[in-house]
């Protein structure tokens, strides 16, 4: 795992779309594996405006989304569905028939794992994951103690999940209290994982996931066995980091990351 620290929020948001972008700009045809919340807003505009003003081309992009609320049709304006297309997808020229997310209002849960997962394989699987990480230390809806082996499937929401996330509803009751998620092994066999965290808030939970022993109670940390992670976040997030100085040494010195300093 490499650790990248920006000065702000801002500039670790431009540094991670500019390596989607060069990523894209490389391989046209790459598929992507896209998170939600937050902190992928400032993202999803970024890559807008990089379609928008330098022409990034997603016309032949693939995607798969890493979660789906269940109960939840795509229309919903709770929808994970619903957020991607506002906030990245109709901003784009990607075609919406090479964007995909579980189906919330799937009638067997079981079998909805089961042909996610078998469409992210037809795909020939994820290029690129993108990831937040959760105040517990969740990727996806990856909640704490979920084996580090899981795949696509439903998983209840812990109460510290639901107190997050319930507010952005506008009834917080209409939060459902379960969700499609890929597994954290669905998540490691991404062939390059790209974690994006800013705040303060996330300060803890982040120095654990990098720096602390791995455990299913953090998610998370199951990317210490991931053979190309990149976790970029600001000055905020990094506060508690104990290898600041080495991460900040490597991104100053290595060659790989020259065009990004």
């Known amino acids: 795992m490499e650790v990248i620290i920006r000065p702000t929020a801002e500039s670790a948001v431009k540094l991670t ?3 989607i972008a060069d990523a894209m700009n490389a391989k046209p045809t790459t598929t992507l594996g896209l998170a939600t919340g937050r902190t992928m807003e400032a993202l999803y505009g970024e890559l807008s405006r990089m379609h928008r003003e330098e022409g990034l081309d997603f016309s032949l992009a693939k995607t798969f989304n890493l979660d789906e609320y269940i109960g ?3 229309e919903n304006v709770n929808s994970y569905r619903y957020y991607m297309n506002r906030h990245l997808f109709n901003n784009i020229n990607i075609d919406k028939r090479n964007t995909n997310l579980p189906n919330g209002m799937a009638a ?3 079998a909805e794992g089961a042909r ?3 469409a992210i ?14 105040r517990d230390g969740h990727i996806g809806f990856n909640e704490p103690l979920s084996s580090l082996a899981s795949r696509t499937r439903a998983k209840a929401l812990t ?5 997050q996330n319930s507010p952005l509803f506008d009834n917080p009751a209409d939060m459902p209290k379960r969700a499609f998620t890929m597994g954290v092994g669905t ?7 790209l974690m994006l965290v800013t705040g303060a808030e996330k300060a803890e939970i982040f120095a654990k996931a990098v720096e602390g022993p791995v455990t299913s109670m953090i998610s998370a940390t199951a990317l210490q066995y991931h053979q190309n992670v990149v976790a970029i976040c600001d000055e905020a997030a990094a506060k508690l980091l104990t290898g600041r100085g080495y991460y900040d040494f490597i991104f100053q010195n290595e060659p790989e990351w020259e065009p990004y300093r």
């Open 159 to 163: 109460p510290e999940t639901y107190e």
């Open 108 to 110: 067997d849960d079981k």
């Open 187 to 193: 998540i490691m066999d991404a062939r390059r994982v």
């Open 121 to 134: 394989l037809h795909a020939g699987g994820i290029d690129i994951q993108l990831l937040g990480i959760g």
């Open 116 to 118: 996610y997962e078998e």
């Open 72 to 74: 939840l049709p795509a």
């Open 17 to 19: 779309a500019r390596l």
